[in-house]
């Protein structure tokens, strides 16, 4: 397989290029997501959450879905990470010499071993499914035209439904986090 | 049958009084006065109907009637009532006797609190001894003997508080009830040698011939005959009862109940019911012979009772003892009698006998009741000044017994007696032993009239006659005793013909025949010698008796009775009180023993399953809760409260599910 | 640039959310692996868009816009329920919240 991509690559430089915009933020979001993953100062995991969201953003405009990559950014990295950015800051344990262990009781190698089967399942479909031989298509492209017609149209249900539900959470969170205000 | 209510009557008067309170003294005297009466009125139909009846020429008139009583299986007891002759007289003697006796309880026992149950008893008492007399089967014959005996137990212990009571009533009980076991035994035999033990059934009855000589000819035990085996048997019921020697012991106790009692019990008609016994049964006693082994025991016991009884009543100072020995001995001659084969000269002696102990009794219990409850002949005397019409009925009624000639019942009865006694071909001891038994008889009884009657007083109580309803009776029965004289008579030999169904006739030639006079004068010359000797020693008041001063240790032996109680306390009560000793030994160390063992068993038992529940079968439930709590622990563990363990499986089984799928669809 | 190798990246990046979310014992580690396995899925329907006959029918990227949306709700419920449990068991340790324990 990696000698038919060096083939690819050499044949055809234009699309090599092309190629490394996609891959080049995708393995920066590997490496920032196994660092989210593995870092002990919670802090320094949510900015490398942070950073991988954003690579994740600049995967998608690369792969030719522009407005999900700026909405990407814009929902993720602007709103959800500075959530929990503010949810880690506002649950700081109260003596700073507590120091528990990262990983949970039950172990980290459970955890692990859990996600690398889980792994090795997914990559044995991937490899082994006709579906995933598929060739890249010429271009694909989402004009942001084409995704408000189909939002107001094929998937104003859905549109609605998301409305309310954001909503609801808007207001359950407003309600759940409130301070409790017996005298 | 009307007869049948000749013991009903007084039978239902009993349970009627049984009822009654302690204070209704009148409604129970008249009721059982009233019941007797009407049972004696009863009684003199049934006599005066067998006087007129003929049977067959040498039969017997007889009437009975059977009824069935109990059946078992095939076989069936039968029970009956039966009138004849030898019962008619009887019957009418005891009835009539009785209820001149019952008159006579209502003045002696006027100041007795239990006045009332004295009359049931007494009641009882004549159902039962009519019941024996009236019987046609040996079963109701047993059954009322026992009733007797049981109403002579309540009688003599009517005063139980008295330990002496008690105690003499108890001995007589279990005296007689030695006797009724051979009764019992005999009985038995009898119903499985002749199959029925009714005695007259139209031809089946055991006293009938068929069954006599089936019996006769049938050899048991030691060579003799089935039919003397059964009546030797009877015998020692008859004895017990009578009062023969060896268990005559209790006769003379039983002079603790009242007066009435022994008149009427154990004078007249209770011990006479074993000489009624043997003549009943006499078919039995004389089925292999006049001569037989059975007759011949009864004759030798009675003459050795006779003589026995006699040589002990000379020395006793008891008023109502020396009759009571005097009743024994002249049963002795009664049996004697029966031995010897004569049934009617019993039957006559024992009627005769009847009218005038009774007599003698109830004077005794007069001159008891007018010196105050005073019962010592060495402290009466004189007392013909105080009570003259006590003293001529109580004469008369000795001078019967003695056997003073013509006049007198006595004389003419006891000499019938001697006289078959002395045609006895098997020996002629026994006819000796009565002629002493006669002068004796003659002896003792002066001896009692000087004490009690002659001299001047001695006691310290004022005597007085006793009331009329005492004395009435007393004349009464006194001439009846002259008055039985008559019909006892060999010139007139009217029982003789009365009893065997033959004609009679009075011929004066019959006084001639078979040296009659010959013992008839003899008898005399004994009768003189025994009261004019005793009329000598005693006429004068003595503190120490003179038969003492002459021979003093056989006096004392005398005295002593000859010592039969205390052999018989030294032997048999102490053999059964060892018995007792070892059967209580038996029980306490072996059974109870074998109790405890049992319940030890048991203990151990339960104590062994209670450690095996609890170690075994707790152990088992133990571990399986255990295991039970253990594996809950287990699944409880599974909830941790901790997501990411949640997680953790989930994650797995989404895992599993996806390979599962994939698999599928590939 | 075949789709597996998107996908396969897709994978990887799912199984770190993954093992994030069984083996932290932060609350808040928990909720970003969360996250980060909902960026991978959504990377998921991006290249699925990609690599399509029919990509006007937006249907891939129509799934990453409320996929999107949904991720955010649920991150805000998420964190407001941690703060809540901050609040009451003065911890956000996932192991301390055992109420539930059996």
Same mark, same amino acid.
């Given at each position: ?57 600049? *995967? ?10 700026? *909405? ?112 | 049958?009307?007869?049948? @209510? ?12 049984? %009822? ?11 009721? /059982? ?72 309880? /209502? ?26 007399? %009236? ?12 009733? +007797? ?5 309540? %009688? ?30 005999? =009985? ?68 603790? $109940? ?16 074993? /000489? ?30 006779? @003589? ?5 009543? *000379? ?19 009664? =049996? ?6 004569? +049934?009617? #000269? ?79 071909? *098997? ?52 001439? #009846? ?29 019959? %006084? ?45 032996? @005398? ?35 074998? +109790? ?23 152990? $088992? ?12 622990? @287990? ?5 941790? $409260? ?25 | ?102």
């Amino acid at each position: 397989m990696i000698c038919d991509f060096l083939k690819t690559c050499c044949a055809d430089p234009m699309k090599f290029i092309g190629d490394w915009f996609v891959l080049l933020p995708a393995i920066v979001l590997l490496l920032a997501g196994g660092a989210a993953v593995v870092m002990r100062n919670l802090i320094h995991a949510a900015l490398c959450l942070t950073l991988s969201f954003i690579a994740l953003g600049i *995967v998608f405009i690369a792969l030719g879905a522009e407005f999900v990559g700026f *909405v990407q950014l814009l929902v993720y990295v602007g709103a959800v990470a500075m959530l929990i950015v503010f949810a880690i800051l506002l649950t700081r344990p109260d003596q700073l010499t507590k120091s528990g262990s990262a990983f949970s009781g039950l172990g980290p190698a459970g955890g692990a071993a859990v996600g690398f089967v889980a792994l090795v399942a997914l990559l044995g479909f991937i490899f082994t499914s006709p579906l995933a031989k598929k060739p890249l298509p010429a271009s694909a492209s989402a004009p942001v035209a084409d995704i408000g017609q189909a939002l107001m149209g094929d998937y104003v249900v859905a549109l609605l439904a998301i409305g309310v539900l954001l909503t609801a959470a808007l207001v359950g969170a407003a309600v759940i986090a409130m301070e409790d205000k017996q005298p | 049958m009307t007869i049948a @209510l000749i013991p009903i009557l007084p039978l239902l008067a009993a349970g009627v009084t049984a %009822l009654m309170k302690r204070g209704q003294r009148v409604p129970a005297a008249t009721l /059982v006065i009233a019941a007797q009466a009407a049972s004696t009125v009863l009684s003199l139909l049934a006599f005066l109907q067998t006087l007129g009846a003929e049977g067959a020429h040498g039969e017997v008139a007889r009437r009975y009637f059977n009824f069935p009583w109990l059946s078992i299986g095939s076989e069936t007891l039968s029970l009956g009532l039966l009138l004849d002759p030898l019962g008619a007289g009887m019957v009418l003697m005891v009835s009539f006797v009785s209820l001149l006796i019952f008159i006579y309880s /209502v003045g002696y026992m006027k100041e007795d609190a239990n006045f009332t149950r004295f009359f049931c008893f007494l009641s009882l008492f004549s159902a039962a001894m009519l019941g024996v007399v %009236l019987s046609n089967s040996l079963l109701l014959t047993f059954i009322c003997w026992e009733l +007797v005996g049981l109403a002579s137990y309540l %009688l003599i212990g009517f005063w139980f508080h008295k330990p002496e009571a008690a105690a003499a009533a108890k001995k007589a009980f279990i005296t007689t009830r030695i006797g009724d076991m051979g009764f019992l035994l005999g =009985m038995l035999w009898l119903y499985s040698a002749s199959g029925t033990l009714l005695f007259y059934d139209h031809g089946h009855g055991c006293l009938e011939q068929a069954a006599l000589t089936a019996m006769a000819t049938k050899t048991a035990c030691v060579g003799l005959a089935v039919s003397n085996c059964i009546a030797l048997l009877i015998f020692c019921g008859a004895a017990g009862k009578s009062g023969q020697f060896p268990l005559h012991v209790w006769l003379p106790d039983a002079m603790e $109940g009242p007066t009435p009692v022994s008149a009427l019990i154990h004078a007249a008609t209770m011990v006479a019911a074993g /000489v009624y016994l043997v003549a009943r049964m006499f078919p039995i006693f004389s089925a292999t012979g006049t001569v037989s082994v059975a007759l011949t025991t009864v004759a030798w016991v009675g003459a050795f009772t006779a @003589l026995f009884a006699a040589l002990i009543a *000379v020395a006793q100072t008891d008023i109502k003892r020396i009759l009571a020995y005097s009743t024994v001995s002249q049963l002795g001659f009664m =049996m004697l009698a029966l031995g010897v084969g004569s +049934v009617t #000269a019993a039957m006559v002696h024992l009627i005769a006998h009847a009218f005038f102990k009774a007599l003698l009794f109830l004077g005794a219990g007069s001159v008891i009741h007018g010196v105050h409850e005073e019962q010592d002949i060495r402290n009466m005397g004189g007392l013909r000044k105080y009570m003259p019409v006590t003293f001529v009925t109580y004469a008369i009624g000795m001078m019967a017994l003695c056997g003073v000639p013509f006049f007198f019942s006595g004389f003419w009865s006891k000499d019938e007696i001697l006289h078959v006694a002395h045609q006895w071909p *098997v020996s002629q001891l026994p006819f000796f032993m009565a002629v002493a038994a006669a002068f004796l008889t003659a002896f003792y009884m002066t001896r009692q009239m000087c004490y009690v009657f002659a001299g001047s007083y001695r006691g310290h109580a004022h005597p007085h006659e006793s009331p009329a309803v005492m004395t009435v009776p007393l004349g009464i029965l006194a001439g #009846a005793a002259v008055l039985m004289s008559i019909p006892a008579t060999p010139a007139w030999p009217w029982f003789h013909g009365y009893h065997n169904g033959e004609p009679i006739t009075f011929d004066f030639a019959r %006084l001639f025949e078979h040296d009659f006079l010959t013992i008839a004068g003899l008898s005399v010359v004994i009768v003189a010698a025994g009261i004019g000797i005793g009329y000598f020693l005693y006429r004068q008041f003595a503190a120490v008796d003179p038969l003492a001063r002459i021979w003093s240790s056989g006096f004392r032996t @005398l005295a002593n009775r000859f010592y039969v109680d205390e052999f018989y306390h030294a032997t048999v009560v102490r053999a059964l009180g060892l018995l007792g000793c070892l059967a209580a030994w038996i029980d306490r160390w072996i059974l109870s023993g074998i +109790v405890r063992l049992v319940g030890a068993l048991s203990l151990a038992a339960s104590s062994l399953s209670d450690l095996f529940d609890r170690f075994w079968i707790n152990l $088992g439930f133990d571990s399986i809760c255990g295991g039970l709590r253990d594996g809950g622990q @287990l699944a409880s563990s599974w909830e941790s $409260g901790r997501v990411q363990g949640y997680l953790r499986f989930l994650s797995v089984g989404a895992v599993l599910l996806l390979i599962i799928l994939g698999w599928l669809l590939t | 640039m075949t789709l597996q190798i998107l996908l396969a990246i897709s994978a990887i990046l799912f199984a770190f959310g993954l093992a994030a979310t069984l083996s932290r014992s932060n609350s808040i580690m928990i909720l970003i692996g969360i996250e980060l396995m909902l960026g991978a899925a959504n990377l998921n329907f991006i290249s699925f868009w990609r690599f399509s006959e029919n990509p006007s029918d937006l249907v891939g990227i129509m799934f990453a816009i409320f996929s999107i949306a949904v991720a955010a709700a649920e991150a805000a419920v998420g964190l407001a329920i941690i703060i809540l449990v901050h609040r009451r068991l003065k911890s956000v340790e996932a192991d301390d919240a055992n109420n539930l324990k059996g």
